[in-house]
């Protein structure tokens, strides 16, 4: 059976066509009012962009969902959970404080920051899933409490799972620190004859498992490392990477399953809003975001992450993409824009594997209002 996903474009001819206006029809025709729970604490699950980053969701674009969420009774509030990386967003005042830089003002927004794994990350619920690689995922204290949730997320490309979507933005998002480890739980290696001995993989290696050899060759301690893929990101000559073949599908199944434990308990109170404007070809928890690999295509929404998912995917291959931007290939129309930025890119096994363990369907009915 195809679930239903809801399109708007970013045509305007008044103030009717505003994106706020939009997004509040979004809201309303996808049937969000009726899993709002009345008086429930309801978080809007959103990534607030790493300090120097652009590329995150709009704040004005968060206002009309905390509106929509008070109207029907709910008590709104915007949540994150801190980074396994080192940055701006790695403890919860440091996070908040941050947010509140990239413009998640109380003035902007009309509603509270709450980080939801607690001031360091160690706030979290075990909750039971019985899936291949989990038998259970641990989900942050404060979404567990709630009862009905949105969850708003940037689609974009992503360096590890292929793309970062609703999936992406569940499994990460929701999860505390160690849960995030054990999502990642890869191994990188180093080619010696690439590296430069610049230090950049050592300086945001969060837990100092990397150290010079005798050669000024970066060397990865797989004793210490926690596999959480920064330095792959951070090689400015791309020189660390990972076994793609074996790595990457157990990866995005892991990703996938934090996914379905992030909203098991909600009974499916849980809405979905992806902006598929400014596809990046990295995730916003960089300190810079880059250009746009398709042009801007619109806001979607649906109570099933894996269709929306799915139709923002096929949106964004139907698209050509840009050639001064990062993709190195697939420009045409049709082609996999994620493979062009990455020959390896698994990301439909998140949407593959999601259909499989129950999260949702790829089938889906495109609904442009």
């Not at 404060?142 to 949730?149: C, L, W, Y």
């Not at 909600?266 to 960089?286: A, K, S």
Request: neutral net charge; charged residues 25%.
């Amino acid at each position: 059976m195809s679930s239903k996903v809801f399109f708007v474009n970013l045509r305007a001819h008044g103030e009717s066509d505003n994106k706020r206006n939009k997004i509040k029809k979004l809201f309303d025709t996808a049937g969000f009012g009726s899993i709002i729970s009345k008086n429930g604490l309801t978080p809007i699950k959103i990534h607030f962009g790493e300090k120097g980053n652009d590329g995150y969701i709009n704040p004005v674009y968060v206002r009309p969902v905390v509106d929509k969420i008070r109207e029907f009774g709910g008590n709104p509030f915007l949540t994150d959970t801190n980074t396994l990386y080192k940055g701006y967003r790695k403890n919860a005042v440091d996070h908040i404080n941050t947010a509140i830089e990239n413009g998640f003002a109380y003035a902007v927004v009309n509603a509270p920051i709450i980080i939801s794994d607690g001031l360091k990350g160690r706030y979290f619920t075990d909750v039971e899933i019985n899936k291949k690689h989990f038998k259970s995922v641990k989900i942050a204290g404060d979404i567990t409490e709630s009862k009905s949730m949105i969850v708003m997320s940037h689609f974009k490309g992503h360096e590890m799972a292929g793309f970062g979507g609703a999936i992406k933005n569940l499994a990460m998002g929701c999860a505390p620190a160690v849960g995030k480890m054990q999502q990642h739980s890869m191994r990188p290696k180093v080619e010696k004859n690439g590296c430069i001995g610049c230090g950049e993989c050592m300086k945001h290696c969060p837990v100092g498992a990397i150290k010079f050899d005798s050669e000024k060759k970066a060397a990865i301690n797989h004793d210490i490392c926690i596999g959480c893929g920064e330095c792959v990101t951070r090689c400015p000559q791309d020189t660390i990477g990972v076994d793609w073949r074996t790595e990457m599908k157990p990866f995005i199944e892991r990703l996938t399953e934090y996914a379905y434990g992030a909203v098991k308990g909600f009974d499916g109170r849980v809405g979905y809003i992806n902006f598929v404007i400014n596809v990046t070809p990295h995730c916003d928890c960089l300190d810079y975001s880059d250009a746009p690999i398709v042009p801007d295509i619109g806001i979607l929404a649906s109570l099933d992450p894996v269709a929306l998912d799915n139709a923002c995917f096929d949106l964004v291959n139907n698209q050509k993409g840009y050639e001064n931007s990062l993709l190195h290939s697939h420009h045409k129309e049709g082609e996999d824009k994620f493979k062009g930025l990455n020959e390896n890119s698994l990301g439909e096994v998140q949407l593959s594997y999601g259909e499989e363990i129950g999260l949702g369907s790829r089938k889906y009915e495109l609904i442009e209002l």
